[in-house]
């Protein structure tokens, strides 16, 4: 590839790039394969596909510290941490499967994940706001590395929009099992 080629990418937004304090341009090998990888599969864009390489980017942007930034983070210990980790895992599962699926079971595989989240944060003490931060973290950076992973692969926006809705009908029904578990958690507790 052209060395001009990939810095009008680059000004356009089409391929990611860091500047540097001297305005020089850097690029993540990473940052680039999936680039590559989604490029290629530009033409036909399989839900399930965009959710997989949107794992691997929200897995980058967790590396880069984005996660223990977070207050409600901070205040879980290590084993903690790997929970609400697995708990991300099983809601990255949870929406590929019901993708895939069309949406069959999407009730009770989100009331699952909602309950878990809830729970999860019972055990270590969060308050009620602080559960639904820790849910909005991984759902909010998974949504932001979806459209990204579509907008790198130059993909239709139709197709993009209708994912986004699916994404975001899944969510919000892990998001109301989340608050209702919270709520049934507390109320068993006085």
Do not use: C
Request: hydrophobic residues 40%; positive net charge; proline residues 2%.
């Amino acid at each position: 590839m052209h060395p001009s080629t990939v810095r009008l990418w680059s000004d356009k937004g089409i391929l990611p790039v860091h500047r540097t304090q001297g305005g020089h341009r850097r690029y993540k090998r990473s940052e680039v394969a999936l680039w590559v990888d989604t490029s290629r599969a530009a033409h036909q864009i399989e839900p399930e596909g965009i959710i997989q390489n949107a794992v691997k980017s929200v897995r980058l942007k967790i590396a880069e510290g984005r996660l223990e930034a977070e207050p409600w983070y901070q205040k879980l210990d290590e084993a903690a941490r790997l929970q609400y980790r697995q708990s991300a895992h099983s809601m990255f599962q949870g929406l590929t499967r019901f993708l895939a699926s069309n949406g069959q079971d999407a009730a009770s595989e989100a009331y699952a994940i909602g309950y878990e989240y809830a729970s999860r944060a019972r055990h270590y003490d969060l308050s009620s706001t602080d559960a639904v931060r820790a849910f909005l973290f991984f759902r909010n950076i998974l949504i932001d590395s979806v459209l990204k992973v579509y907008a790198d692969a130059n993909a239709h926006a139709g197709q993009a929009i209708e994912l986004f809705h699916k994404m975001q009908e899944f969510t919000d029904q892990i998001l109301t099992s989340l608050l209702d578990t919270y709520q049934a958690l507390e109320n068993s507790r006085r």
